[in-house]
């Protein structure tokens, strides 16, 4: 159901593909129904297994904490593959040190980060297809379990050769003129072509539009495109500061208030007393913290610049 796959789960279980299709057949025949039919390369569900798989799994997931629970953890032996969903941003503000961590605490453990072009946040939590979700807009359910992960107040970032905003007299980390925010072309991320975000409201309040000249699914493409344009876009901070010298883009402040957006990690309440999901959960908060420390130097030292 997960896996979509025969193979893939045969290596997730540690059957070969034949058994697992004999396995597949037994239950075709005991429950009179092809369960899963071959689409392409994928292996799509019948109604009868869509309508069995959320029972099915959760008693699976009783027995394997039931058997789990009695055992020592040690991330050092533990050998289990864990999947989080969350952006592009996500993936270069902490990814790289979470790999990092587990390569040496923990090198039976494979990582994996898909984003929300997988399906719905509750569905693939549902199904176990992902342990951790991080998001800002999820309306959690009550079978999910959730923790504060990050703050993320939003800039506007340019090239740092913007002619307009160089023209205008405005110094990096300084708010852009309302007349000139809404007269330059924007770049915007979004996963489902909706070109609205945070800044269209808060545009809306005081009478005022922009133009949006550019969409793309990825926060870093949009990063990416704003620095070689001379198009704006905006971002959360932390994402600004990791980004900004590297591709050479100015930050500066938005003409209007932007409500930040607080940023969870969500997991099925199955896995509240599982240890290792445990531990994955406390390595993330981990690099958390360990990230924010960083971004609250990098500021201290350009505010000392600006103050020299």
Same mark, same amino acid.
Not at 230 to 239: G, K, Y
């Given at each position: 159901?997960? *896996?979509?796959?025969?193979?893939?789960?045969? &290596?997730?279980?540690?059957?070969?593909?034949?058994?697992?299709?004999?396995?597949?057949?037994?239950?075709?025949?005991?429950?009179?129904?092809?369960?899963?039919?071959?689409?392409?390369? &994928?292996?799509?569900?019948?109604? /009868? $297994?869509?309508?069995?798989?959320?029972?099915? /799994?959760?008693?699976?997931?009783?027995? *394997?904490?039931?058997?789990?629970?009695?055992?020592?953890?040690?991330?050092?032996?533990?050998?289990?593959?864990?999947?989080?969903? !969350?952006?592009? =941003?996500?993936?270069?503000?902490?990814?790289?040190?979470?790999?990092? /961590? %587990?390569?040496?605490?923990?090198?039976?453990?494979?990582?994996?980060?898909?984003?929300? $072009?997988?399906?719905?946040?509750?569905?693939?939590?549902?199904?176990?297809?992902?342990?951790?979700?991080?998001? @800002?807009? %999820?309306?959690?359910?009550?079978?999910?379990?959730?923790?504060?992960?990050?703050?993320?107040?939003?800039?506007?970032?340019?090239?740092?050769?913007?002619?307009?905003? @160089?023209?205008?007299?405005?110094?990096?980390?300084?708010?852009?003129?309302?007349?000139?925010?809404?007269? #330059?072309?924007?770049?915007?991320?979004?996963?489902?072509?909706? =070109?609205?975000?945070?800044?269209?409201?808060?545009?809306?309040?005081? !009478?005022?539009?922009?133009?949006?000249?550019?969409? #793309?699914?990825?926060?870093?493409? =949009?990063?990416?495109?704003?620095?070689?344009?001379?198009?704006?876009?905006? =971002?959360?901070?932390?994402?600004?500061?990791?980004?900004?010298?590297?591709?050479?883009?100015?930050?500066?402040?938005?003409?209007?208030?932007?409500? @930040?957006?607080?940023?969870?990690?969500?997991?099925?309440?199955?896995? &509240? !007393?599982?240890? !290792?999901?445990?531990?994955?959960?406390?390595?993330?908060?981990?690099?958390?913290?360990? %990230?924010?420390?960083?971004? /609250?130097?990098?500021? &201290?030292?350009?505010?000392?610049?600006?103050?020299?």
């Amino acid at each position: 159901m997960r *896996e979509r796959s025969v193979t893939r789960a045969g &290596d997730q279980i540690g059957l070969s593909q034949p058994a697992v299709s004999a396995a597949l057949k037994r239950l075709r025949e005991i429950l009179d129904d092809q369960l899963f039919i071959r689409r392409g390369n &994928d292996m799509i569900p019948t109604p /009868r $297994a869509l309508e069995l798989g959320s029972s099915v /799994r959760e008693a699976l997931g009783t027995i *394997e904490f039931a058997l789990r629970k009695r055992k020592q953890f040690d991330p050092a032996t533990i050998q289990r593959r864990f999947t989080l969903l !969350g952006s592009d =941003v996500f993936s270069l503000m902490m990814m790289p040190a979470l790999s990092s /961590r %587990f390569a040496d605490e923990a090198p039976g453990v494979s990582l994996q980060l898909v984003d929300n $072009a997988w399906g719905g946040i509750e569905r693939l939590l549902q199904e176990d297809a992902v342990d951790i979700a991080i998001d @800002a807009e %999820f309306e959690a359910p009550d079978w999910t379990s959730s923790a504060h992960l990050l703050h993320a107040p939003y800039v506007v970032v340019a090239s740092s050769h913007h002619p307009r905003i @160089a023209g205008a007299g405005i110094a990096p980390r300084e708010m852009l003129p309302l007349d000139l925010f809404c007269q #330059l072309h924007h770049a915007v991320r979004s996963l489902d072509g909706k =070109v609205k975000c945070i800044v269209d409201p808060a545009l809306a309040k005081v !009478g005022r539009r922009r133009h949006v000249a550019l969409v #793309l699914p990825h926060t870093l493409g =949009v990063a990416l495109a704003t620095a070689r344009s001379h198009h704006v876009a905006t =971002v959360p901070l932390q994402f600004a500061e990791l980004v900004a010298a590297n591709l050479g883009l100015q930050i500066y402040e938005s003409p209007v208030p932007l409500p @930040a957006s607080d940023i969870k990690m969500f997991w099925h309440a199955r896995h &509240d !007393g599982d240890t !290792g999901h445990q531990w994955l959960r406390q390595q993330i908060v981990q690099v958390r913290d360990e %990230f924010e420390q960083k971004m /609250r130097h990098r500021f &201290d030292t350009v505010r000392q610049r600006r103050i020299a």
